[in-house]
């Protein structure tokens, strides 16, 4: 299984928007509901922002929101802040237990 | 509250196999969910190694599966990955998580070094 495709940077001023494409195929992204999306902080553990395409676990903030059209899935972050600035990744089931992650994207706030 | 912890030596020779340890507190890992490795190499993505179950069931990456183990000791609430012939290719941060169909939780990571 390939990694799936993600740009590798992305960059906005505080307070604008940000999207981040996720693009598999029909075996992952495509094919089932479960893709979720990690924050992750140099030298920190990654951080679940979202799961099952749309739905925001507890405590993070409603900035951040997620979407899926065919086989690429999409993270956007509104209203930018510094502390947003980070690797985000992507990630899908792909059937039979497996994962597979995205290539990641640098975002930075400009 | 649930937390995961890695542990294993640093340094592994070439060759060699890389042992890993993830502790769990606060959770029975025999009462549910997916326990898996995941790992970064410097400079590069996430990946994920393979999966073990409450069950026993493991499930590993294609590109790893035949030097990969990961196993579960539940009388610790401890599960564990092996990787044989090691090479430079495998020096990663490796984290251990949990999920159901995402990884919600996550362990701090533990660099691994593989060199002579």
């Known amino acids: 299984q390939s990694a799936l495709t993600q740009p590798p940077s992305a960059s906005g001023s505080p307070g604008q928007s940000v999207t981040i494409s996720c693009t598999g195929t029909?075996?992952?992204?495509?094919?089932?509901?479960?893709v979720s999306w990690y924050q992750h902080h140099p030298g920190k553990a990654p951080k679940l922002m979202i799961y099952?395409?749309?739905e925001r676990p507890s405590g993070v903030p409603d900035r951040f929101s997620g979407s899926k059209s065919g086989s690429t899935a999409s993270l956007t972050v509104s209203g930018l802040q510094a502390e947003d600035e980070a690797d985000y990744y992507c990630?899908?089931?792909?059937?039979?237990?497996?994962?597979?992650f995205g290539t990641g994207t640098k975002v930075t706030v400009l | 509250q649930v937390q995961l912890q890695e542990s294993g030596p640093g340094l592994v020779k070439p060759s060699e196999t890389l042992s890993l340890t993830c502790t769990v507190s606060?959770?029975?890992?025999?009462?549910?969910?997916?326990w898996g490795w995941i790992r970064q190499p410097p400079g590069k993505g996430l990946e994920w190694i393979g999966s073990?179950?409450?069950?026993?069931?493991?499930y590993y990456s294609p590109s790893l599966k035949s030097r990969v183990t990961i196993s579960v000791d539940t009388s610790k609430n401890q599960f564990s990955l092996k990787l044989s012939s090691v090479t430079a290719a495998d020096t990663a941060v490796y984290y251990c998580?949990?999920?159901?169909?995402?990884?919600?939780?996550w362990g701090q990571g533990t660099l691994v070094t593989v060199s002579s």
């Open positions: 998580a949990r999920a159901y169909f995402d990884w919600s939780l």
């Open positions: 606060g959770y029975s890992i025999s009462s549910g969910y997916c």
């Open positions: 073990i179950y409450h069950s026993g069931s493991t």
């Open positions: 029909s075996s992952d992204v495509g094919g089932y509901k479960y």
């Open positions: 099952e395409v749309s």
């Open positions: 990630s899908s089931y792909t059937g039979n237990n497996n994962f597979v």
